[in-house]
């Protein structure tokens, strides 16, 4: 069974900067694909970004690109999402996920990012 905790979440004005931590509880983290997920009322949840087990490539939602950063630490079993320049439609529920290869993807319990003035 994957556990993922989320922590990071907060509320902060226009233009600021949060790192979104997800730690896993895997027998080998390298080997799963882990994304960050959001979800904003009334609104689908929306991949914002994911980086692969095999080579740590990173690919991004065009709406964060140049503004969110995709990291992993195999070492910690732990992946970030570095957020700067943040706006208020950045507003949501953000999800990190699991999945190794094909298989099952698994969700952490989501924590709340609210940008606001």
């Known amino acids: 069974q994957v556990q993922l905790v989320e922590s990071g979440g907060g509320f902060l004005q226009p233009r600021g900067s949060l790192r979104l931590s997800c730690a896993a509880s895997v027998f080998i983290f390298s080997t799963y694909a882990m994304c960050w997920y959001r979800q904003a009322p009334g609104k689908e949840r929306e991949l914002v970004a994911g980086?692969?087990?095999?080579?740590?490539?990173?690919n991004y939602a065009d709406s964060v690109k140049g503004r969110f950063t995709i990291s992993r630490d195999n070492a910690k079993n732990t992946h970030y999402l570095q957020m700067n320049s943040l706006k208020p439609e950045d507003t949501a529920v953000y999800y990190c996920?699991?999945?190794?290869?094909?298989?099952?993807?698994?969700w952490g319990q989501g924590t709340q990012v609210t940008v606001s003035s």
């Open positions: 980086i692969s087990s095999a080579d740590s490539s990173t």
């Open positions: 996920s699991a999945r190794y290869g094909q298989g099952r993807r698994y």
